[in-house]
C-alpha cells in the first residue's frame, strides 16, 4: 500500500458524461500528479500540482481539468467523454520535487474508466 | 518537446539470465532517471532511481548506468526470477522537475 488513495476504483459511463476521479495523497505529500494509461500504453502525464496551485501540464485535452484542495486531496474532471477516454487513471503523490531533482512518486491503485 | 524513448518494448528471458532495458531521453536538463515496475493490474512501483551527479547505482540484481553525454540510461538485471516479470517503465524529468515523462515500457518475461 502507497498510502495514496483514489475513488472509484471503478467508472463505467457514457459518451457526452462528465466524471470527477479523486485522489487522496500520501500525509505530508504537497505534490500531486495525474496521469493516463491506456491499453498497453505507457503512462502519460496530464497534470502536477503542488500545494494548490499548478505547476506544470502535459498533452492533457482541454475537456479534462484538476484541481487541488486546500487538504492537499485532488480531482481530475473528465468531460463530454470520448470513448478514446476509456483508460486507467493514476494519481502519484511525492514530495516536492524542486529544482535540483526529483523524489519518489507513489502511485494509487488507478481508477478504471470506461466509456461506452 | 521532452521526450524518453525505451528500448525493447518487449523482452523475454531465461531464467538465471540478465536483461537490459534502455532508455534516452531528449532534455539535456534532465537530472533524475527513476525506473518503476508495472506488474498485471497493478499500480507502478519504484524500483531503483539515479541522478544526474551519478554515472551507476546498485541496489542487489537491480543497476542504472547513466551517460549524460549521449542522454541515455539503462537498467540491468541479474540472475533473472519468475517473479521479475513486469513491464518496466523508465522516465526522466524535465520542465524545471516538474514532470516525469515515461518511455513506453517493456514488458519483460523471464521463461523458467
Known amino acids: 500500500d502507497s498510502g495514496v488513495t483514489q475513488t472509484p476504483k471503478h467508472l463505467i459511463t457514457a459518451t457526452g458524461q462528465r466524471v470527477t476521479l479523486r485522489c487522496s495523497p500520501r500525509?505530508?505529500?504537497?505534490?500531486v500528479y495525474w496521469y493516463q494509461q491506456s491499453l498497453d500504453q505507457g503512462l502519460q502525464f496530464l497534470i502536477h500540482?503542488?500545494?494548490?496551485?499548478?505547476?506544470a501540464k502535459g498533452n492533457i485535452l482541454e475537456r479534462f481539468s484538476a484541481q487541488q484542495f486546500p487538504d492537499l486531496h485532488s480531482e481530475l474532471n473528465l468531460s463530454s467523454l470520448e470513448l478514446g477516454d476509456s483508460a486507467l487513471y493514476f494519481c502519484?503523490?511525492?514530495?516536492?520535487?524542486?529544482?535540483?531533482?526529483?523524489?519518489?512518486?507513489?502511485f494509487g491503485p488507478g481508477t478504471r474508466l470506461t466509456v461506452l | 518537446g521532452e521526450n524518453v524513448e525505451q528500448h525493447p518494448s518487449t523482452l523475454s528471458v531465461q531464467e538465471g539470465d540478465s536483461a537490459v532495458i534502455k532508455c534516452t531521453y531528449s532534455?539535456?536538463?534532465?537530472?533524475?532517471f527513476p525506473w518503476y515496475k508495472q506488474e498485471l493490474g497493478k499500480r507502478p512501483q519504484l524500483i531503483i532511481d539515479?541522478?544526474?551527479?551519478?554515472g551507476e547505482k546498485k541496489d542487489q540484481r537491480i543497476a542504472v548506468t547513466l551517460n549524460k553525454t549521449a542522454k541515455h540510461f539503462s537498467l540491468h538485471i541479474t540472475e533473472t526470477q519468475p517473479e521479475d516479470s513486469a513491464v518496466y517503465f523508465c522516465?526522466?524529468?524535465?520542465?524545471?522537475?516538474?514532470?516525469?515523462?515515461f518511455g513506453q515500457g517493456t514488458r519483460l518475461t523471464i521463461n523458467p
Open positions: 502519484a503523490s511525492s514530495v516536492y520535487p524542486g529544482q535540483r531533482g526529483g523524489r519518489e512518486q507513489f
Open positions: 500525509s505530508g505529500d504537497l505534490s
Open positions: 500540482y503542488y500545494n494548490g496551485e499548478e505547476r
Open positions: 532534455d539535456s536538463a534532465s537530472n533524475y
Open positions: 539515479i541522478r544526474s551527479n551519478v
Open positions: 522516465a526522466a524529468n524535465t520542465q524545471g522537475a516538474q514532470k516525469l515523462v
